[in-house]
């Protein structure tokens, strides 16, 4: 799986939710994982949740760190499961840099969303194009601009890239290692 940071400030507005972004974008064939930082506004034309849908929701924030990860022969209950995924590893990658920060926090994972006690780290989505799964997967950089209440990096002191960089490193040793789980057993009559 390969992994790119990008010095981009893009706003994420849901159309980047599309197969082979990642490719005809950055070049980068088959699975992977871009991330940048900038805004979020995703308007319902883009919005995929149907949950958000129906509920009106607003999903927005005036600076964040995104990734995009597109991966190829999965299922969308397999892109759901890495998403889930992605989410611990983002928990992890959080209490391994703030340590001393998070120790009186009531960091959690739920589902697919972070908190740390009543405040939301992170927004993420999944969904199935013709060709891949694709995720979008963003924590808050700033509390500027969200709509509901938030928690941020920059209260953690921590800079969005070098997080980025630690959360691909993460989620690329996790694929790579799920694929080759997937290629050294026997089949079973």
Known sequence: MKSRFVDSNENYDGSQLVSLRN???HE????SVVAWVGPCEVEGDHMVDGEDLLAGSEIRGEKMLHFIVELFDSTLFA???????MAAIVKDALMLMSLEKLLICDLRREGDD????DKKFSISIATQSPTSSLIHFAVNVVNRGTPVPTI???EFGLDAQAFALEVMQRLTTEVETIREATR????VR
């Open 23 to 25: 490719y005809l974008k």
């Open 28 to 31: 980068m064939l088959g699975d």
């Open 79 to 85: 892109a759901v499961g890495i998403q889930r995924l």
């Open 114 to 117: 972070i908190f740390v006690a």
């Open 152 to 154: 941020s990096l920059e």
């Open 184 to 187: 050294k057993v026997k089949w």
